[in-house]
């Protein structure tokens, strides 16, 4: 059984299509603005992480299919969520810190507490959108985004869901922008990802998904998986080979957990470019960590 991508959304500044991850970041571009994407209405305190996927999550499920005028078009309890963020609600937490530091646990607003959870992403968009399959946080590092991917492939592979919704966001803040040493992207992206038969539009077919404790490894690997891929989306050039193809989605800002969905989103807009060859998506750390890496085909349009 095979696993494909059936649905998108971007949340990303002066990104409106996936095909425009293929082009350099659009300086100067304003923030999203979630109230005017979904409405006010269940956005009130709410962290900017949360705001920002639950905007990414009505666009793709609506791509897919899945989400019509009226509500969701399948039983909710065959779709779930992964989300992968690394930073998505750290300002919350230092918030909570502090406070706590200075008045004790008193001092707590009852109405920001919960966002201090690290699964707060992934439970509001089930809560919003009646998604009552198999719920997840990734928040492992550099390979965190490529592995929510994964982990939503064994969920579908396994037969415990139809349909996953896969968020990978990071918002822009202080805080995150302290931790990281620069800005971050403030936005990301959506997937949903379905067992191939079960959507009208399957648009990227994912192959196999390595991981290995290098990123030249996982190089090696991904090229001994599926041999012949036109281009590579990663942040290490040394790795790409000189007669191959170069993505990286840097120009952003800090992608950290967002980056591997967003290479897979990338993915579906080089197929919606006209091109039919597979894609390499690579993620690694800083030396000694482990990488992971996954080929990314298009699909064949339907006749």
Known sequence: MSVVISGIGLALPGVTEPRQLLLPAVPGAAPVDPAALIGKKG??????????????AAAALTDAGLLGEDGPTVPGDRVGVVVSSNLGNVDTVCRAVETIAKEGTTGLSPMDTPNASSNITASETAIRFDLRGPNLTVCNGATSGLDAVRWASLVLRSGRADHMLVLGVEPDNPVARSLVGGPVVDGGAGLVLSRDGECARPR???????????????????????????????????????????????????????????????????????????LYALLGGAAGDPAAGLVLTPCEPSS
């Open 43 to 56: 956005l009130r305190y709410k962290d900017r992480a949360t705001q920002l996927a639950l905007c990414m």
């Open 204 to 278: 990227v077919r994912l192959g196999p998904v390595v991981r290995s404790a290098s990123l030249a490894a996982c190089a090696e690997r991904l090229s001994e998986a599926a041999p012949g891929a036109a281009a590579w989306l990663t942040d290490d050039a040394e790795v790409v080979p000189l007669e191959a193809g170069h993505l990286d989605l840097r120009g952003w800002g800090e992608c950290s957990g967002a980056l591997g969905v967003l290479q897979c989103a990338a993915a579906v807009g080089w197929a919606e470019s006209g091109h039919i060859e597979p």
